[in-house]
């Protein structure tokens, strides 16, 4: 059974930083894309990173200069490091990867975690 759960988020003040962490299970996590999404209230859910399994990254254009994203696959564990926040990056972020076999292609996400920037 394919499980993501996010965890990390919080209240932080504008300008400081959080970083966000998805642990893994039933499926070879090191084998798959790791992406981060988030979604405000009253928006459509947005990509924000994502990690390829050879490490390769790619960025929303929002995140670049401040968010990055990593995999520790020996801890089965997806991060998002997220600095210099600001109001905007209140939303819940989501873990998710997309797993394909011989006659599948799922997509899965966890529950979400919630991120507040306020003063």
């Known amino acids: 059974q394919v499980q993501l759960v996010e965890s990390g988020g919080g209240l932080v003040q504008p300008g400081g930083s959080l970083r966000l962490s998805c642990v893994g299970s039933?499926?070879?996590?090191?084998?798959?894309?790791m992406l981060w999404y988030r979604q405000a209230p009253g928006k459509e859910r947005e990509w924000v990173a994502t990690?390829?399994?050879?490490?390769?990254?790619g960025y929303a254009r929002f995140a670049k200069g401040r968010f990055t994203i990593s995999r520790d696959n020996f801890e089965n564990t997806v991060y998002l490091q997220m600095n210099n926040l600001v109001p905007e990056d209140t939303a819940v972020y989501y873990c998710n990867t997309v797993i394909t076999s011989s006659a599948n292609t799922d997509s899965y996400w966890g529950r979400g975690t919630q991120v507040t920037v306020a003063s």
């Open positions: 039933g499926f070879t996590f090191s084998g798959y894309p």
């Open positions: 990690v390829y399994k050879s490490e390769t990254t």
